[in-house]
Every structure is written in C-alpha cells, then in structure tokens.
C-alpha cells in the first residue's frame, strides 16, 4: 500500500536533511525496504507501534500504510516538519515524542499491547536494545534493524565466537528471529557494513529462573575474560558469594571447571546465577 506523500528523496531534498553520523543516521528511501520490514512485524492493525528514530519517515509511513497507530521517539529536530506532514496525512494515527530513546520508557508514551518497529541508530542499537530487556514482557515484539556484528551477537549460539552477555540475556527472556540482512547500499549515506532486521518475542516469563542482575553479572565476570577458564573467570564472584573458589562453584552446579564462557547454554549460566544468589 502506498500513500499520498512525496518520495522520500523529494522530502529530504525540500527540508534540506542531511544524514548525522552522531545520530547514527542512515536512511531508508526505499518504500519496498520499509514495506518488507514493516510485514516482518505482522498485524499492524491492533495496539500500538512505537517506531525509534523516524529520521525522513519511509519506515513510519510503511507502518502506517500497513495500519499501524505509530508513536514515534526521535532526537532530531529537524525532522519535526517531516512528522507534521505525515502526521496530516494519517490524522489522529501518528503522534511524535521528542527527545532521547535512551531515557524514554516506552510503556509510558504507548498503551499495550504495543510493539517496536525500528531501524535503530547504530550508535545505541545494543544500549537501546538492553534498556528494553529490563522490560520485556512489555511489547509483543520488537522487529528491529541492526548493524550485522550486533545482529550475530544477538542470535549466536553457544560454541560461536559472537556469543556473549548480549546473546544469554536476549535468548534468556526472548525467541529470537533473524529475518533478512539488508546491504550497506541500501541506505543513504551507505554504512561501512551490513545489516539485519531482528524479530524478537519476549517469552511470558523467562526461559529459566534466574534473577535478572546475577546472571547480568555472572556473564558480565564470565565473558569479560573469555578465553580464560570459568574457574578462573568466575572466581571473584564465587568468593563473594561464600564459595572457597571459582571451582567449587561450577562443580555444585554440575560444569566443568575448566571449560570457557562460550561452550556454556544459556541454561547454565542461569543455573550458575541461581547457586550465587542463594
Ligand atoms: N527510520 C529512518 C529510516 O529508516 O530511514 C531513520 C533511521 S536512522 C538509522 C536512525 C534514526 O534515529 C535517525 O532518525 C536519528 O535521528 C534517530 N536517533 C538517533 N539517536 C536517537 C536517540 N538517542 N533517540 C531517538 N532517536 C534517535
């Protein structure tokens, strides 16, 4: 579906925006880009959508052709002239908070159920990202579009090079969907890589029982030193929390000593987190 606004070109061109590099600004003029990213999220037509970072809005009109009630967080304001238009053109289905995403809690600009649909600005991506896992259950999905490094890091399994804290904590309390990776021509100006458009549903409750600051810490000692061996990785926390060392700790939870943050499930490290909160 398309709608009645100018091409995005155009609309750059008539209010003289010029892509930021500090706001991490990379803009997709293509409607068939949006389009596909904005099906990615599924029916649009119910609760709210809160989209990070409208930039020249070829992603929020994709949104809202599709259905969608769109709350937008956007930190330029030069883009405010560009959400007046599109704001005439979808009346009372758009409405922009301005300010930082990183300081704005989203439950309290969008009633529920609401979801994120973003092409977040790569500077923050991971930030934002942590920010809204402090809260999860609170959107139905956050279809979100990362630089590739991140993307991998959020999806990876055990035993690859790219898990980490990131890849527990998202897996922990979300199904993670990789969707589809877009090239850096795609954008204007072009990035220095690829990216990829994640879908991730928040789980009712988490995956394992494990309280959410200990296994924060527990990957945080963990992967901090990768390459060395949980034993030592682990040994500090272990202490503090009334082992003799790092061994004792892993043997009580049934893991090998000797072995490295990256082979651990995500399972484990909830187990781990649960002997150190005891
Ligand atoms: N959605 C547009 C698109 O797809 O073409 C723009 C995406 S661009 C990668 C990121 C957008 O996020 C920009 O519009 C930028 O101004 C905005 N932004 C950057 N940092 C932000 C922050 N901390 N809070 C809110 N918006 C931010």
Redesign the pocket.
Known sequence: MSDTLPP?RDVLAKHGLR??KK???????DLNL?GR?ARVAGDLTKGTTI??????????RSLLAAGATVVA????E??LPIMAEIGEAYKGKFSVVM??????DLREIAPSPRRIV???????GTD?LLNWLNYATAFESMTL?FQLEVGDRIAAPPGSKTYGRLSVLAQWLCNVEPQFRIGPQA??PPPQVESIVIKLIPLPAPRFEADQKTLESVTAAAFGQRRKMLRQSLKTLAIDAGFADGTALCEIVGIDPQERAENLSVEQFCALAREIAR
């Open positions: 995005l892509a930021d706001l991490g600004q990379h803009f997709l003029l949006t990213i989209e990070i970072g409208p930039g020249p809005g070829g992603l929020t967080v956007e930190r330029d030069r883009c300010g930082d995403a990183l300081k704005v973003a092409n977040l600005p790569y500077n923050v934002l579009m954008f204007t």
